[in-house]
């Protein structure tokens, strides 16, 4: 009979039998848990034929049937609680074993996982925060090279987003569903979740607060929690969210919305005006407000409606990309569609009913009124984040920009979005980073300094139409760094191959690779 570890005492297994007890006594199991519920199938032994066989060998059986009405989740709070009653090796098993391991996932989610049977707060060698992008990605690469590390990921969403294809969404490329999958379902094996809101950091003492006054302790802290969406700094913004033409893809729910807006200006006879907006620097994919737009006239164009429509891009900045090498091909793509640039204009009031939106700009506030209005919120540190010790100046946790080690606690790290590091903000970032962290983690349990570098890597699949994107590839400075021969995709120029890339490739790569700890074309660089 094969069993599974899944972590510390507790292994999984297929469909146990009485002729196997002798075996698992062998193998010290004290504690036996049935999660196959009796009578599924012809020849099946009876949980109580099995409980009989268990105790005369002095195993503990326990019987927590998952199947038909009854969930993974139903069985959780009574599968926790008999691991910390019975903390001996423990067998689970149900057919196969995969329904045992969703009860043990369920389990370290639920509020029994986070709380030590000595009323303590529960301690993890490595306490991972935040369950988006780069912290799945970090656990992952550390699970592929420490398989038995005791890994926990707090996180308290149930449902984790690939935001990168937000925008897809809203140009009507991929379907909202494709952008979503359950937390549980793409958490590394080994991993502990301790589902719960983080409230604070006490580095000093190695203690992640949590809600509902408990806590957790580490060895080595890994930060991944997010920036913040600041919609609220915009007045009127949120109110006037999905409707009256009023949609951002920087949501899940309303990049859809995005791609319905676009439709019906494709249909509204007359002329029509679409607005654009980018807030001030550091924000999500600096490349994304442009990709809703550029989206937008593509289909528009496909239409045959594009000259009706009067198409604005708002930029807080003062330039279109700030990777010079790609300002050309943009620049191009701007003027094919006729789009009005207006640089240093800030998106400060959106009078939904209205239809008006109001900029802030070198002389003065404007209100152009609108059909369509794609707003993009400002950014800020996380504010666990910034009312913490770890936090730099601008509220984010702060780190070496090689190392990605906090410049004040060696056993702490940090990436992705909520970092301070200077480099663009994306996902392709956080993947360049997870292995980094992964590395200099293992060195510093070890009690050695970091050996491993992030030198800045981003990137952004600039979509300028339905069929061509602008691959920009960049490290710290704005030093091009192109991932695949220049043959192959010249990432200055929009490309064919590159939209195959980031339709077709990227998704499966993020589902099946980063989240899974394959490095593919991210390998950690050695610190020089």
């Given at each position: 009979m094969q ?48 409980a ?10 326990f ?22 009653e ?20 369920a ?97 000093d ?8 006054g ?87 164009e ?7 429509i ?36 800030t ?16 002389d ?29 100046a ?130 950690p660089?050695?610190?020089?």
């Amino acid at each position: 009979m094969q069993t599974r570890h899944i972590e510390g005492q507790l292994h999984v297994s297929g469909q146990v039998r009485p002729q196997d007890i002798d075996g698992l006594v062998s193998a010290g199991i004290t504690t036996l848990i049935c999660n196959r519920p009796d009578n599924e199938e012809p020849g099946q032994p009876s949980f109580e034929e099995l409980a009989q066989a268990a105790r005369a060998q002095g195993i503990t059986p326990f019987y927590l049937p998952v199947g038909g009405r009854i969930a993974p989740e139903d069985q959780a709070e009574a599968f926790a609680k008999i691991l910390a009653e019975n903390p001996g090796p423990t067998l689970a098993f149900c057919r196969t074993g995969n329904r045992s391991e969703k009860v043990a996932c369920a389990a370290r989610s639920g509020s029994a996982a986070n709380e030590a049977p000595n009323g303590r707060a529960p301690h993890h060698k490595v306490v991972i925060v935040g369950g988006g992008s780069a912290g799945i990605a970090a656990a992952a690469s550390l699970l592929k090279r420490s398989p038995a590390l005791d890994v926990a990921i707090v996180e308290p969403s149930e449902e984790h987003f690939y935001q990168p294809g937000f925008t897809m969404v809203g140009g009507g490329v991929f379907k909202q569903p494709d952008t979503v999958r359950k937390t549980r379902e793409v958490l590394p094996k080994g991993a502990s979740w301790i589902r719960a809101a983080v409230t604070g950091f006490v580095p000093d003492t190695n203690t992640v607060e949590l809600a509902g006054g408990r806590a957790v302790t580490y060895d080595v802290l890994v930060v991944a929690l997010g920036n913040r969406l600041a919609w609220d700094r915009i007045e009127g913004l949120e109110a006037a969210l999905g409707q009256n033409g009023v949609t951002s893809n920087y949501r899940y729910d309303l990049a859809p919305y995005t791609w319905q807006m676009v439709q019906k200006l494709a249909r509204t006879p007359g002329p029509r005006r679409a607005l654009f907006s980018q807030p001030p620097m550091p924000i999500k994919c600096a490349g994304a407000p442009q990709k809703a737009m550029y989206l937008s006239c593509s289909e528009w164009e496909e239409r045959g409606v594009l000259g009706d429509i009067e198409v604005e891009f708002h930029n807080a900045g003062g330039v279109l990309f700030g990777v010079p090498d790609y300002v050309p091909a943009l620049m191009e793509t701007v003027e094919r569609y006729g789009i009005g640039l207006k640089f240093g204009s800030t998106l400060v009031a959106v009078d939904g009913p209205a239809r008006e939106a109001t900029f802030r700009t070198e002389d003065g506030e404007i209100t152009r009124g609108f059909d369509m209005l794609h707003a993009v919120p400002p950014q800020e540190g996380n504010p666990i984040i910034a009312n913490s010790p770890l936090a730099d100046a601008a509220g984010y946790a702060e780190v070496d920009q090689v190392t990605l080690q906090s410049l004040s606690w060696p056993n702490v790290f940090a990436l992705g979005d909520g970092c301070s590091t200077p480099n663009a903000k994306t996902a392709a970032a956080a993947r360049k980073q997870a292995p980094v962290v992964a590395v200099n983690v293992l060195a510093a349990l070890d009690g050695k300094d970091p050996v491993a570098a992030y030198d800045g890597y981003g990137s952004c699949p600039l979509t300028v139409d339905r069929g061509h994107i602008v691959l920009a590839e960049f490290t710290y400075g704005g030093k091009l760094a192109p991932s695949l021969p220049k043959w192959l995709i010249d990432g200055t120029k929009p490309s064919r191959m590159a939209w195959h890339l980031k339709a077709d490739a990227l998704p499966p790569i993020y589902w099946h690779g980063m989240l899974k700890g394959r490095e593919w074309l991210v390998p950690p660089a050695p610190l020089l």
